[in-house]
């Protein structure tokens, strides 16, 4: 096998690996590889906001997961996309940026210290991004990612607006002083294009003599020599290679992807490894474990006015094709999910629990190809933010090759129905209120019939699903039995971190592709020795 070596190996080039790509080559004087399993992000369908459509089935640009059959589902298996591609997942999600809540980061740092509290995450949250609404106490400008709005559809203001008249109070930035509250998203796109980690982060600076960027490079394991990680194994171009790291290797795999990866290096539980006849390097039982992710329960009703379905096919489309085309505006500019609301299901809660999304138009995957309706309808969700479900990953065999195992656990915790109940009746109050009561004709799903409690809660069994923000299979934590530290070091190895959503002990209240690219800022600092008790470097270092 051939070697090479570099002083950090980025293992995953998604989400968080460009953002350390960009800070740690920004030295001239340190060599970066890092490795890719899937392609280039040059698919035009990654540019354009609404190409979603075209990537949430893609298949040579996403994963295509898909969990075991989950027992409190009815024996649903769930699709996961994720994405396989340069800038991960950020390259094929809906662009939604949220933060989270301040009281999310005061819950890690009882967990893992200070320096993870909402003071200290704070400047890197104003560092990474550009926003039409900083400078301010909690917003930056000039960052790598640009925020920008969406072009309300009408029946998008409607809903925005019965949902205040139904008691959620307006909210013009739920990443501002407080979380509570509805208003229109806010997206990582600007100017009718997507702003991904790897447009942001990796664009301007991929032609860095010392940064190597390997594309179609599958990792099969980290090497461990003697209790230190000291190089990657990985496939490319038909053959095995190992590249060796000088300094440390950064597993940014993702909360499916890097619990495999260390499990296939020989850390995780140690009797299941064994029992593949993977050697052990480290027993540590609470890898792949403490698996977080947000519940949502749908909701689909008729209009009498025309919603985006009318626009998507035959002449409109072409209209909104070059529109695209001619001022990267209209139709294909815009994101599905047009509305963002953050609310309480109980008055005595500290944050919100539930997250309101609404999109004008309506449809479903057929064949792995999103079909809208052909009538006009509107589709909204209440996602649960806190669930006290929990899942896991596990690997099926000893093969890379082989997709783990995922049980994402959704719903077995009783506890998480009540929420969810109180959401959907939510949702029904706002349909019924004006303006939105006069443009709907009639509740679709969960329609009439799904009256009581048990009712609705057939309902969420047989067609919730996941709002694909799963974190926690690596916590950090100040504990021996976490899975990584609150430097985000791997216990019992040397040298090697774990940079990803996979490291949040608790999932945060809303989306998670800001919180990740939070943490990978912050990585950086740790890996190059800064300290976290000033105030962090600027983007340009």
């Not at 960009?22 to 190409?51: F, K, Q, Y």
Request: aromatic fraction near 6%; include cysteine; charge should be positive.
């Amino acid at each position: 096998m051939a070697k090479h070596a570099a002083d950090y190996v980025i293992v995953g080039g998604g989400t968080a690996g460009c953002v350390l790509a960009n800070r740690l080559s920004a030295n001239p004087a340190i060599r970066v590889v890092m490795i890719e399993a899937g392609a280039d992000d040059t698919s035009p369908w990654i540019a354009m906001p609404a190409g979603i459509a075209k990537l949430f089935h893609h298949p040579r640009l996403n994963w295509r997961y898909r969990t075991e059959p989950e027992p409190a589902l009815g024996g649903r298996s769930l699709y996961w996309p994720r994405g396989k591609v340069l800038g991960g997942t950020s390259s094929i999600n809906g662009m939604t940026y949220v933060r989270g809540n301040r009281a999310d980061y005061e819950d890690w740092a009882r967990l893992c210290g200070d320096a993870w509290s909402f003071a200290s995450v704070l400047p890197y949250f104003k560092r990474l991004e550009d926003s039409p609404l900083g400078p301010s106490e909690f917003r930056g400008i000039g960052g790598p990612m640009k925020i920008g709005g969406v072009e309300p559809h009408p029946l998008s203001k409607a809903f925005l607006e019965a949902s205040v008249a139904a008691g959620i109070p307006a909210n013009d930035d739920y990443n501002g002083p407080t979380q509570d509250g509805i208003s229109y998203s806010q997206v990582m796109m600007r100017d009718g294009v997507r702003c991904s980690a790897a447009s942001a982060y990796l664009a301007p600076v991929r032609s860095r003599p010392n940064l190597q960027v390997i594309t179609h490079g599958f990792v099969r394991r980290i090497v461990i020599d003697e209790g230190r990680a000291t190089g990657v194994e990985f496939e490319h171009g038909g053959q095995r290679k190992i590249i060796g790291a000088r300094r440390e290797v950064l597993l940014c795999g993702g909360t499916i992807g890097s619990p495999q990866i260390l499990m296939l290096s020989g850390v995780g539980d140690a009797r299941m490894l064994a029992g593949l006849g993977i050697p052990v390097a480290v027993d540590s039982p609470s890898v792949g474990r403490n698996m977080q992710e947000h519940v949502r329960g749908p909701v689909l009703y008729r209009t009498r006015v025309a919603s985006i379905n009318d626009q998507a096919r035959g002449l409109p489309l072409a209209r909104h094709v070059l529109r695209y085309a001619w001022r990267k505006r209209g139709l294909l500019a815009n994101t599905a999910s047009q509305v963002n609301g953050f609310v309480r299901s109980a008055p005595e809660l500290d944050r919100p629990d539930l997250q309101v999304v609404f999109r004008p138009s309506s449809g479903e995957y057929r064949d792995k190809s999103f079909v809208f309706h052909d009538y006009p309808g509107v589709m909204a969700f209440v996602g649960l933010l806190h669930p006290q479900s929990r899942g896991h990953i596990t690997l099926k065999s000893a093969d890379p090759h082989a997709p783990p195992s995922i049980v994402v656990g959704h719903l077995t915790d009783p506890a998480d129905f009540e929420p969810l109940i109180r959401g959907i009746r939510l949702m029904r109050r706002i349909f019924a209120t004006a303006p939105l009561a006069q443009d709907v004709l009639e509740e679709v799903k969960p329609g009439p019939a799904a009256a009581d409690d048990a009712a609705l809660r057939n309902y969420l069994r047989g067609t919730s699903d996941s709002l694909y923000h799963a974190v926690g299979t690596c916590a950090m934590g100040a504990g021996p039995t976490s899975v990584t530290t609150p430097d985000l070091c791997v216990r019992g190895v040397a040298g090697l971190r774990v940079v990803d959503a996979s490291v949040m002990p608790l999932v945060p209240t809303g989306n998670t592709t800001a919180a990740v690219l939070m943490i990978a800022e912050r990585a950086a600092d740790l890996v190059l020795g800064y300290n976290m008790n000033s105030e962090p470097s600027s983007p340009t270092r």
